[in-house]
């Protein structure tokens, strides 16, 4: 079985896992991280993305051994102690989510937005959204809690 | 899904000893076809081979007369970086087309020609700036690189290290995307060199990505759109599938042509 060495949320780790343990489901059964979701079978929803060496990645289409040497953020890791996340707060203020399922996807996603993205638009939110399925809001309120987040 | 053995290897010779070796190895470049696809138990390698490690094919090199891609560069990588930006804008925006942020954070250049999957966006790119795709073992044009259907001219013990692209003197790349997939349902690269000019299209074929001849005499003497309009492509050979059917798709082509037309006049 393959050795991983994986920086995750701050806190270095090493654990074997199994050669098709895919990365989200080491995440959620072997260290608890059940923050990062899994919605979809087929790659497509992004309930599960994470930040794999501060990029935006789904989880569910790697597998845990990639991650050897890696650092990893999830929803878990962005929040100061009890001080939300800027983009987290954005999301309250602005009722960017309803069941809830999506959201962590949607803010690693977000976060992978405004980092990258220095001006932007409702235009450019929503395209970027792309990989990100949301079957309450209508989308809405999320793209005003990235744009609301992005003034932060 | 199924199981295999994962290795993680640090050079193109390790690559090579293990396809060897193993002629039910896989080479793992960006995942984001192949992992999906062995999840949903479509795909049986015994062994896959992640080659993220491997350094040297991971670049964007400025040529002059020509870009060079290392084949692990993602998709990402390729769409921000400068020198593409500036040389090739057209493969940049092709780049930063391509599914979603996610996807494109993982999926690679050299993965998506290997795979060769008949909507995929990289391969008119080859086909139309007469790209040289080089390996372990020689050089292959694009033209004698896609042979059909998820079918490359690629032995089973070759990896694909860099893709190198004419720089033409415009190019354009216009898609239809899949609502869904965000996969061609019809994709036209058009790119304009010297007296010549070449058009490939993709998501279209039912062998996959093809060179558009009927096209290119139309619009080698002018790029006009009256002579884009002059040509229409036979629904016949064209996929149909629930998305639409060959005469919709063979449409779908006409129009991105001109879109692509009126945007490099």
Redesign the interface.
Known sequence: M?KVSININGQDLSAEVE??Q?LVHFLRDDLDLTGTHVGC????C?AC?IH?DG????S????A??A?GKNIITIEGIADGDNLHPVQEAFRDNHGLQCGFCTPGMIM?AI??IN?KPNLDEKTVRE?L???LCRCTGYQNIVKSILSAANR | MYNFVYEKVNSVEEVEKILNEDVESKILAGGQTLIPTMKQRLASPSTLIDISGIDELKFVKDNDSSIEIGSMTTHYEVSSSDIVLNKLPSLASLAEGIGDPHVRNMGTIGGSISNNDPTACYPTACLSLRAKIKTNKREISAEDFFIGLFHTALDDNEIVISVEFNIPQKACYMKFPNPASRYAMAGVYISVFNNDVSVAVTGAGENGVFRWTEMEKALIDDLSVENAKSVKLSPEGIMSDIHADSKYRANLVNVMTLRAVENLI
């Open positions: 393959p050669d098709r895919l079978d087929t790659s497509q992004g993305v794999l990029r935006a990645v789904k569910c289409a790697m597998l051994a990639q050897d996603a992978d937005i990258r970027e792309e990989g990100n």
